[in-house]
Structure formats: C-alpha cells, structure tokens
C-alpha cells in the first residue's frame, strides 16, 4: 500500500467533468484507489463519491493505492490533479 498527499491544480476544482476523467484514470488500474480529504475517506473509482468530496483547486488530498500496480496509479493520478493548461 502506498499512498501520497497532493496538492491540486485543477482550476475548476472537482466539478463533473473533472471528476469524470479523474474516475476514467482511476479505473485503468487493478489496484483499489482511495482518496482522502479531511475526515472522508471514497473510492477513487465512484464518481458519486469522488462528488461528494467536493474538491477546490489549491486543496489537499491524499491518494491511497494498495495492489499490484499501485505505484503506477498514484503516478498517474498526481499528472492528472497537477497538470496545468
């Protein structure tokens, strides 16, 4: 299991688009995918979930990954959340 505290630079923060990529990344992998956000922990996964959570551009969150290729996913959901256009 790994995990990492991200900072994101997503200028809309998690509104439904965002989030419905966020999930599509999530969902590439084998690993289970957690995302943490002060006392809310949900499956990176569910779009409800990741919604609910309701994420602004400059927040932190900590990304939670634990399978076989665990490190892989956090990589690429940290490109994802800090990418910059």
Same mark, same amino acid.
């Given at each position: !299991?790994?995990?990492? +505290? @991200?900072? #994101?630079? /997503?200028?809309? *923060?998690?509104?439904?688009?965002?989030?419905?990529?966020? #999930?599509?990344?999530?969902?590439?992998?084998?690993? &289970? @995918?957690? #995302?943490? =956000?002060?006392?809310?922990? #949900?499956?990176?996964?569910?779009? !409800?979930? !990741? !919604?609910? =959570? *309701?994420?602004?551009? *400059?927040?932190? =969150?900590?990304? @939670?990954?634990? *399978?076989?290729?665990?490190?892989?996913? /956090?990589? +690429? =959901? +940290? &490109?994802?959340?800090?990418?910059?256009?």
């Amino acid at each position: !299991m790994v995990s990492k +505290e @991200i900072t #994101v630079k /997503i200028a809309s *923060g998690f509104e439904s688009r965002p989030v419905a990529l966020f #999930v599509q990344v999530a969902s590439q992998f084998k690993s &289970n @995918i957690y #995302v943490s =956000l002060e006392e809310k922990k #949900v499956n990176a996964k569910s779009i !409800m979930g !990741m !919604m609910s =959570l *309701g994420v602004l551009e *400059g927040e932190s =969150l900590i990304i @939670i990954a634990d *399978g076989e290729d665990e490190i892989k996913a /956090i990589e +690429e =959901l +940290e &490109n994802y959340l800090t990418e910059t256009e």
